[in-house]
């Protein structure tokens, strides 16, 4: 079983800046051996991707929505991946998710899931 744990997410004016993380647990979890992603759900609509990382943190992949305003990382030592968030939007407030799967903007290929962290960005 694996736990992950979003933190990070709370209230910010346009134009600011958040950093989420999202901490990796579990017996028989190697966060190192797998790929990261964050999904976030904004209020009547659907989940949608945001950005993923390779096991390595050699490859990233962004939505064009957030492409040049978010960087995800990881740290395998800290079993934490990050979601650097600046010059936010009010579209970008939504609940956001890491997950843990296979590289790719679909979520269909990660098995595992967070509860979720709150962002909202006024304007």
């Known amino acids: 079983q694996v736990q992950l744990v979003e933190s990070g997410g709370g209230l910010v004016q346009a134009r600011g800046s958040l950093r989420l993380s999202c901490a990796a647990s579990?017996?028989?979890?190697?966060?190192?051996?797998?790929?990261m992603g964050w999904f976030r759900q904004a209020p009547g609509k659907e989940r949608e991707f945001v950005a993923a990382i390779s096991w390595s943190g050699g490859m990233t992949y962004y939505a064009d929505s957030v492409k040049g305003r978010f960087t995800i990382s990881r740290d395998n030592a800290k079993n934490t991946v990050y979601l650097q968030m600046n010059s936010l939007k009010p579209e970008d407030t939504a609940v956001y998710y890491c997950a843990a799967g296979s590289y790719s903007d679909s979520e269909t290929t990660y098995g595992a899931w967070g509860q979720g962290t709150q962002v909202t960005v006024s304007s």
């Open positions: 579990g017996r028989t979890f190697t966060f190192s051996g797998y790929d």
